[in-house]
Nanobody, 121 residues
Framework: VQLQAFGGGLVQPGGSLRLSCAASGFPFDRYGIGWFRQAPGREREGVSSISSDGSITNYADSVKGRFTISRDNAKNTVNLQMNSLKPEDTAVYYC???????????????WGPGTQITVSS
């Protein structure tokens, strides 16, 4: 199982970023995928998840209405569109398989290297 999150960077408050998760080494279209994040000195926090066929999505209350998760099973990718970013969104973001619960976070699967997002003016 290989998962790689990318697309992070520095953005001003109120700005947008689009993260992508590239997956390989497993039957991608049979697995739900989720995103979680970890800020310095804080516990990991669930962000969003999507079912294997993309029909069911979930969001943490802190990002609901601002973030949108989607997937393309033909390309083995999951995207996270993040709008109206806030300084408190600053964290390293990871994508993972089998994110069974967001709040509190419960991950049964695997994850790979994350991508840093910094929201600052």
């Amino acid at each position: 199982v290989q998962l790689q999150a990318f697309g992070g960077g520095l953005v001003q408050p109120g700005g947008s970023l689009r993260l992508s998760c590239a997956a390989s080494g497993f039957p991608f279209d049979r697995y739900g995928i989720g995103w979680f994040r970890q800020a310095p000195g804080r516990e990991r926090e669930g962000v969003s998840s999507i079912s294997s066929d993309g029909s069911i999505t979930n969001y943490a209350d802190s990002v609901k209405g601002r973030f949108t998760i989607s997937r393309d099973n033909a390309k083995n990718t999951v995207n996270l569109q993040m709008n109206s970013l806030k300084p408190e969104d600053t964290a390293v973001y990871y994508c993972a398989t089998d994110v069974v619960q967001l709040e509190p976070l419960l991950v049964f699967g695997s994850w790979g290297p994350g991508t840093q997002i910094t929201v600052s003016s």
